[in-house]
């Protein structure tokens, strides 16, 4: 039973965290755009990957407070698949919320006319 919960609460938390890595992003290029051009993208990349870096503390607080491993070799596991993990995360919403930045970015620029 728990083996479908757990694949059932992913089903309806990834449109939340696809809305999350949508929309957090959008709300950083539009101040800084005028004043550094250049460098929105990065900021882009890193706020949408931003949740990874939840996902890996949240996993140490787990492996911690309900884990009760005490050996080195599985401790090492659990940390190197865990930040295997963060950084598929990191990637894939880090790219969500580059790629909504840019449609954004795209738009305002677009509704500039040059006389």
Wanted: overall charge positive; proline content about 6%; charged content about 5%.
């Amino acid at each position: 039973m728990s083996f479908f919960f757990f694949f059932s609460f992913s089903f309806l938390t990834s449109p939340h965290l696809t809305f999350l890595s949508l929309s957090l992003p959008l709300s950083f290029p539009y101040p800084t755009t005028p004043t550094t051009p250049h460098r929105w993208w990065w900021r882009a990349f890193l706020n949408g990957g931003g949740v990874a870096a939840y996902i890996f503390l949240y996993s140490g607080f787990y492996f911690f407070t309900r884990l009760e491993i005490t050996t080195f070799v599985p401790t090492l596991l659990y940390f190197g698949y865990m930040s295997c993990v963060s950084l598929s995360v990191f990637c894939l919403t880090g790219s969500v919320g580059l790629w909504a930045c840019l449609k954004f970015v795209r738009s305002i620029y677009a509704a500039v006319k040059i006389d």
